[in-house]
């Protein structure tokens, strides 16, 4: 690519791959890819996917005049993982997105890994311009010819800023701000907050086996604070894409601290996942609340999603007080497998934003995710399932008038008598795929079989090798199954959020078929929706 920037070589060893690019001036947007259709098989039609091209990590999440903006990990000329973009996509209503162009490109400090991006209200950096703040994006500058001469210095921390509503940017000329003092190979995914009682910007990073906290008066100038998780969380993988916020806890004043972890690999189900730890911070130092720390000693964790398809969760920056939520996003999709899924055109998509809240349970404290509210704006035909005890299977193929491949449904299932029983929902079409996802009374634990979901060769050891599943945590005699069905993937919201799960599944041709099922027993369905939902492209 021709730019008119510094130029400079990149050489990736086998890859031959020569990249253009500039440090500390303002990046020209190149126009982003075209859609071909936006009905390619497997394309998501309400969930956000890049136009063209590799999709991985969202980064830089932030609200900023009536925009929630999306960027994300972002190779434009391949659908395989390669030199790291920022892309870019802005939504009013969290439903709809619109493409814009690259916001980030590589440069001669490497390329540009994740991050976050926030809104300097007070212009502690002086970017601002004509009184109004910047947005300012901090990301991981990644050295490729030092990585493969064996450094370990091979990442450092930047900064850019936009004055235009983040259409187009400027880097830093003082890149890195962050160099690396350790020289851990590993040592990335800057998330940015502004932390009021020490009056200071604080970023969390992901360091090997564990999280460091910096602080700084003005995104420039850094200084170590502390390090967190050393002894706590399971550390089969590396750390990345951490995330440190406050909370209410629901029905009380009280208020927690907030740190999300992903790892790759050591999820519950394999491969990649977002593990999360609850406690306090000061403004330097994180420490667990003493309910949760049995829970996440070292070697276990709480699972933000305990499905296999939902990665480096992260959550809005800036989103307004009198909004109130906690919002957030994955990538949908997992490292086992996500460069080889049956796509062409494009390669990967993002999860449902998600609402967040913390709750006490007998457990101690849980984070529940439920999907945003914005989104029934996406609802057309439904269908209200009459009341019923299942056992067997009951069709619902001929009564909903709309295909359940591009749908969502809420259930409600009496367990009193229930004990033997397994419920729940199967896809299936006319080539004799079928997935099932549901919950298993006998193991209590909620399940998705996608082994004969359709395509599955791409990745015949990690993908589809058997049930995967998730331990319920509720113990309501209601059980509550929220469901989002979009093509090639499943979300489930298991009992108002406390159990979520996200798993895709490739059939050779889309499900057009799906039945309530209730296997070993019997149980009354007591409340039921089927909604059609709109694709959100044009």
């Known amino acids: 690519m021709m730019r008119n920037n510094t130029l400079f070589v990149l050489f990736l060893g086998a890859c031959g791959l020569f990249l253009f690019a500039c440090k500390g001036k303002v990046e ?9 259709t936006n009905t390619e ?17 969202p980064n830089g999440m932030v609200f900023y005049e009536g925009e929630y903006h999306l ?3 972002y190779y434009p000329d391949s659908s395989v993982w390669g030199p790291m973009h920022w892309g870019h996509a802005v939504s009013t209503d969290l439903a709809h997105w619109e493409h814009l162009p690259i916001a980030l490109y590589p440069d ?17 950096t002086g970017f601002g311009k004509d009184g109004k703040p910047p947005m300012v994006a901090m990301f991981t500058l990644h050295n490729m010819p030092k990585e493969k001469a064996g450094q370990k210095d091979c990442e450092t921390q930047g900064i850019a800023y936009s004055n235009d509503r983040g259409r187009t940017w400027t880097k830093f000329s003082g890149n890195p701000v962050i160099s690396n003092p350790e020289k851990d190979r590993d040592f990335r995914d800057p998330k940015v907050i502004w932390v009021e009682n020490s009056k200071q910007w604080v970023v969390t990073l992901a360091v090997g086996d564990h999280t460091e906290f910096w602080g700084s008066p003005d995104l420039k100038k850094w200084e170590h604070l502390s390090d967190f998780g050393k002894e706590y969380g399971v550390h089969a993988g590396v750390w990345e894409c951490p995330d440190l916020f406050p909370i209410k806890v629901e029905g009380t004043g009280e208020q927690r601290w907030v740190l999300f972890v992903n790892i790759n690999p050591g999820g519950p189900n394999g491969g990649s996942a977002t593990q999360y730890f609850i406690g306090n911070f000061d403004g330097k130092t994180f420490t667990l609340d003493p309910d949760v720390a049995p829970a996440v000693a070292k070697g276990h964790a709480l699972w933000l999603d305990e499905g296999k398809d939902n990665y480096a969760s992260v959550s809005w920056s800036d989103v307004p007080k009198s909004d109130g939520r906690r919002l957030f996003i994955g990538w949908m999709s997992n490292w086992e497998y996500a460069n080889k899924v049956p796509t062409t055109v494009w390669r990967n998509a993002a999860t449902l934003p998600r609402s967040l809240t913390l709750n006490k349970t007998e457990a101690g404290y849980r984070l529940f995710a439920l999907p945003v509210k914005e989104l029934e704006a996406l609802r057309g035909k439904s269908y209200e399932i009459p009341k019923t005890e299942i056992s067997g299977l009951l069709d619902l193929s001929k009564n909903l008038g709309f295909s359940p491949a591009q749908s969502e449904m809420t259930l409600e299932f009496d367990l009193t008598n ?11 079409n006319a080539k004799g795929e079928t997935y099932r996802i549901g919950y298993d ?6 399940y998705s079989d996608r082994t004969k979901a359709g395509d599955h060769a791409f990745s015949p050891e990690k993908f589809a090798t058997g049930l995967h599943t998730a331990p319920r945590v509720s113990k309501d005699k209601t059980l509550r199954l929220h469901l989002f069905f979009d093509v090639a993937s499943v979300e489930l919201f298991a009992d108002n959020g406390a159990t979520v799960m996200t ?18 027993g ?17």
């Open 41 to 57: 098989q497997h394309r998501p039609q309400f969930h956000f996917s890049p136009a063209a091209h590799w999709m991985n990590d």
């Open 522 to 538: 019997k149980a009354p369905l007591t409340k039921g929706t089927a909604y059609q939902i709109q694709r959100i492209w044009k």
């Open 441 to 446: 009374a006998v193991k209590n634990q909620f």
């Open 418 to 428: 229930a004990a033997g029983t397994n419920l729940g929902v199967e896809l299936s």
């Open 503 to 520: 798993e895709l599944y490739f059939p050779s041709e889309d499900f057009n078929q799906v039945k309530l099922v209730a296997e070993g």
């Open 28 to 36: 020209t947007p190149a126009a982003p890819a075209t859609m071909l």
């Open 71 to 73: 960027f994300y990990q």
């Open 108 to 124: 001669s400090l490497g390329f540009i890994f994740s991050g976050s991006a926030v809104i300097d209200w007070n212009n502690t």
